[in-house]
């Protein structure tokens, strides 16, 4: 797991993961300027980058990024990553999927995790 929040906050989230049976192999924090979350927004695809490269490149099934607003589709390239899933990943997969472009998702590196599956399911396709 990849998130741009202060330290307090990321160990909510992992706690509240790992209750719900979702083992957290890694974990990387982006640091931001602040500990104010709004912060976040003042981050870049090179901090997304930069947190990618330091997880492990292999053992994990997949890694999430959190904090949407932190940039990641230009971060987001995983030859030689698990697959990575985020928001902005997420949001940009429906647009496509919306646009009739859902090929596209292929080129994202979606499909292997089945996501055009879910979409097709999600919507009753």
Same mark, same amino acid.
């Given at each position: 797991? /990849?998130?741009?929040?202060?330290?307090?906050?990321?160990?909510?989230?992992?706690?509240?993961?790992?209750? %719900?049976?979702?083992? /957290?192999?890694?974990?990387?924090? =982006?640091?931001?300027?602040?500990?104010?979350?709004?912060?976040?927004?003042?981050?870049? =695809?090179?901090?997304?980058?930069?947190?990618?490269? +330091? *997880?492990?490149?292999?053992?994990?099934?997949?890694?999430?990024?959190?904090?949407?607003? *932190?940039?990641?589709?230009?971060?987001?390239?995983?030859?030689?990553?698990?697959? =990575?899933?985020?928001?902005?990943?997420?949001?940009?997969? %429906?647009?496509?999927?919306?646009?009739?472009?859902?090929?596209?998702?292929?080129?994202?590196?979606?499909?292997?995790?089945?996501? +055009?599956?879910?979409?097709?399911?999600?919507?009753? +396709?």
């Amino acid at each position: 797991m /990849i998130a741009p929040y202060p330290a307090d906050l990321i160990k909510a989230g992992h706690d509240y993961l790992e209750s %719900r049976g979702i083992h /957290i192999a890694a974990l990387e924090r =982006v640091v931001t300027k602040t500990t104010d979350t709004r912060s976040i927004y003042l981050t870049g =695809v090179a901090d997304a980058r930069a947190a990618l490269e +330091r *997880m492990p490149k292999t053992g994990l099934d997949a890694i999430l990024v959190s904090g949407t607003g *932190m940039p990641t589709l230009g971060a987001v390239d995983s030859r030689g990553l698990p697959p =990575v899933i985020s928001s902005n990943l997420c949001v940009a997969a %429906r647009a496509l999927d919306l646009a009739g472009k859902s090929d596209a998702l292929d080129a994202l590196g979606l499909e292997p995790l089945g996501w +055009r599956k879910r979409l097709d399911e999600a919507y009753g +396709r």
